[in-house]
């Protein structure tokens, strides 16, 4: 167990709906990553918070939105739901930025969108 | 072009083959490089990274060829529970945090 935590694990939505989506960091760790994997691809990265503020962000819409907490826990927000959008969110925390090689996954909330 | 691709394979081996993925990248500036594994249904998990001297860890062998612009993971000895979903990961753009996924290459291991 990675420590890191995602809740819901599953959710139905329908289109033009909003969804708010949680992670809860590791003990220690102060950025957390969210990620978008769709059926057969690798993870895609969305936005990257740092000590509450958004630090690097993929190739995603601005409907795709977050915050992080002073807990250093974060939510991801996506309004005017799509069909496309319905995926297996990640989010990873790491003790500190760029640090790829330690950040550790929750076990997704996967989303889907009729 | 995409920025990070893999063969989707899959890959269907025996027990005790040895196995060999690569993965190529299309940004030079990149600067980190990754392999992580998936298993079905779960979260991915670092299996290691790869420095440009190349390292291994037991039975994976990582290396990273920066003039072709490929890393690439070697599995020897392959085990039942070696049967998953190898992830490469490059990061950076410009010195900028942003770590790109391949699609990811699908190992079966058989008996």
């Known amino acids: 167990e990675t420590g890191v935590t995602q809740s819901p694990t599953h959710l139905i939505k329908t289109r033009g709906q909003q969804v708010t989506l949680r992670c809860s960091s590791q003990?220690?760790?102060?950025?957390v990553s969210w990620y978008q994997q769709a059926l057969g691809q690798g993870p895609q990265f969305i936005f990257q918070?740092?000590?509450?503020?958004?630090?690097g962000r993929g190739n995603f819409p601005p409907r795709f939105s977050g915050l992080q907490f002073p807990n250093y826990s974060s939510e991801l927000n996506v309004n005017a739901l799509e069909l496309d959008d319905s995926a297996l969110y990640l989010c990873?925390?790491?003790?500190?930025?760029?640090?790829?090689?330690?950040?550790?996954f929750g076990p997704g909330t996967r989303l889907t969108v009729l | 072009r995409k920025e990070v691709e893999q063969d989707p394979g899959p890959f269907n081996v025996p027990e005790g083959a040895t196995v060999a993925f690569n993965c190529t990248y299309s940004?030079?500036?990149?600067?980190?490089f990754f392999w992580y594994r998936q298993d079905c249904r779960k979260e991915p998990k670092l299996l290691m990274s790869v420095y440009s001297s190349g390292n291994e860890d037991g039975r994976f062998t990582a290396q990273l060829n920066r003039a072709s612009q490929y890393i690439s993971l070697l599995i020897r000895d392959s085990k039942l529970s070696d049967s998953a979903t190898y992830l490469c990961v490059v990061n950076g753009r410009g010195g900028s945090y942003i770590p790109t996924f391949g699609r990811g290459t699908s190992l079966i291991v058989h008996p």
């Open positions: 918070y740092y000590r509450e503020e958004e630090n």
């Open positions: 003990s220690g760790h102060n950025t």
């Open positions: 990873a925390s790491s003790p500190d930025t760029s640090n790829t090689d330690t950040q550790y």
């Open positions: 940004n030079s500036a990149s600067q980190s």
